[in-house]
């Protein structure tokens, strides 16, 4: 067969054909600080282009909160949907929060899972069953008297990558898995099927990436740096008190945007804190490339990053994380306590697994409160 009669071969990143020359076209991101250039450089975070106007697909009242579904175009890829959930009625500015979702192996989703819908996708409410005690995060957060953004990032949700003809490499991969799938008669949902293409896929978006001078890591920071401008600018949003808050891959996106914004006033960073040496050798495979991005030990550990932000964090440890052994976890709190004598860090060791638990959140939306000073009174149904 000659090279013009050859089949076409699946494009790598689908829906995604016009990452490489956005990236190329824009410089790296300028962060205000040169500790968090640093960081900016290492993930080889993209400048965010000026955005275009963020359109509001619809917006409902109920139990308590108003919730608009928002929709942006960032320039490249699909386009963002995002959810602004705020208490119903509220008068004044309010704090505003980003809400980051976690990485969870489903890709099929995003945001969707910390956000009560109108009808929610079995997807959604399986990481939320899963992942955070049942609880849509977002939502619960806005109750307490918070506006609270919530968006799909970078290969996830509205973002994800077209995964219907998947390049040969996941495609061979994925036929694997339906094989064993087949054998074991499981029916996969269509969630299902995405995710595990989505699985083997991220190798391939994480080696595009670092051929284009950036990483999955820094590509999900530009998503969130996008995000956060967005947040900051909507009306009745303080923009000089502003938060974020993540559990897992979201916790590690909390402490990265903490470091790279200067308006992030408060970072809540859940089951997402370790020394990168207890990582070594046995929990490196417990991980995505979200937080292993090449070369990031140069400039020092996860726990030392913080050191780069002014923001206060709360750090929230479950001591039977399957995800992390519990000497790199009491290791990094050390080195946390070490680095923030001024109090701007709290250390939290919950029992339990990797789960985002009722009481964990109640710490958190706490802190989030007493750091960017909420004057509404509480409601909750957490």
């Avoid at 939306?365 to 004057?375: N, P, Q, R, V």
Wanted: charged share 20%; net charge negative.
């Amino acid at each position: 067969m000659s090279a013009d009669t050859r089949p076409a071969r699946p494009s790598a990143i689908a829906g995604y054909e016009d990452w490489p020359a956005y990236v190329r076209q824009h410089p790296r991101y300028r962060a205000a600080t040169a500790a968090a250039q640093e960081l900016s450089d290492a993930l080889g975070v993209p400048a965010v282009s000026r955005l275009q106007e963020v359109t509001v697909q619809w917006e409902e009242t109920y139990d308590g909160v108003t919730t608009s579904q928002l929709s942006w175009q960032l320039g490249f890829g699909p386009a963002t949907t995002g959810w602004l959930v705020r208490p119903a009625d509220s008068a004044g500015p309010l704090p505003g929060v980003l809400a980051l979702h976690c990485h969870g192996g489903n890709k099929f989703g995003g945001a969707d899972r910390l956000v009560e819908l109108p009808t929610n996708h079995p997807s959604a409410e399986a990481a939320r069953a899963g992942h955070y005690d049942g609880h849509a995060l977002a939502t619960e957060t806005a109750r307490r008297g918070f506006a609270v953004l919530a968006h799909d990032s970078f290969a996830w949700g509205s973002r994800r990558f077209d995964l219907s003809t998947p390049p040969w490499r996941t495609a061979s991969a994925l036929e694997a898995r339906r094989a064993q799938w087949r054998e074991d008669g499981v029916v996969p949902s269509e969630a299902d099927d995405y995710n595990a293409s989505a699985a083997f896929h991220e190798d391939t978006v994480a080696k595009t990436a670092g051929l284009l001078g950036t990483s999955l890591a820094g590509m999900v920071a530009h998503d969130d740096l996008a995000a956060l401008d967005i947040l900051a600018g909507l009306p009745g949003v303080d923009a000089d008190r502003l938060g974020c808050v993540g559990f897992s891959g979201g916790g590690g996106r909390s402490l990265a945007l903490a470091v790279l914004s200067p308006r992030i006033r408060a970072s809540v960073v859940t089951c997402m804190m370790t020394t990168f040496q207890s990582l070594l050798p046995a929990y490196l495979d417990a991980h995505s490339w979200l937080l292993q991005t090449p070369g990031l030990w140069k400039l020092g550990d996860w726990p030392e990053l913080t050191a780069r932000s002014d923001a206060g964090f709360l750090v929230q440890y479950a001591l039977a994380d399957e995800l992390f052994p519990e000497d790199g976890m009491r290791q990094a709190h050390r080195v946390l306590e070490t680095l923030h004598r001024d109090g701007k860090y709290i250390g939290a060791f919950w029992p339990g697994g990797h789960v985002f638990t009722t009481a964990m959140q109640e710490e958190a939306i706490d802190f989030l409160a007493g750091a960017l000073h909420l004057k509404t009174p509480f409601t909750t149904a957490l």
